[in-house]
């Protein structure tokens, strides 16, 4: 199909998996992992307000903009501030980010 992307996870165990999103599903990639059987946790649903949907951001992709909101939140957890952290929920999944490769971040771990 078309408009599968591929994106590269890794997960916390340092497992690799690839996984396909459709692009005209209006998902996120927190939403996309999700329906790929990955453990984020995401407890705020998507609204930037939890953090345990940080991912680190591993290739050079260029996403969109980051909100005061979810710059404010990155903020907020020390752990979070790492070069290419992100609010997985914030990033729209499109075209530009066919081939993504991205880290879930520690906060996503479900069983914490
Ligand atoms: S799911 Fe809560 S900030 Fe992304």
Redesign the pocket.
């Known amino acids: 199909m078309d408009d599968l992307i591929t994106i590269h996870v890794t997960d916390l165990k340092g497992q690799e998996h690839e996984i396909q999103a459709p692009t005209d599903m209006g998902l996120n990639l927190?939403e996309a992992m999700k329906a790929n059987e990955l453990p984020v946790k995401?407890?705020?649903?998507?609204?930037?307000?939890?953090?345990?949907?940080n991912c680190i951001v591993k290739s050079d992709h260029d996403l969109p903009e980051m909100s005061e909101n979810e710059e404010d939140?990155l903020d907020e957890a020390f752990v979070l501030d790492v070069e290419g952290s992100r609010?997985?929920?914030q990033i729209p999944v499109s075209k530009h980010i066919d081939g993504l490769r991205v880290q879930l971040g520690e906060l996503t771990d479900p069983e914490a």
Request: proline fraction near 0%; charge should be neutral.
């Open positions: 927190m995401a407890t705020c649903g998507g609204m930037a307000m939890c953090a345990t949907c939140m609010l997985s929920c």
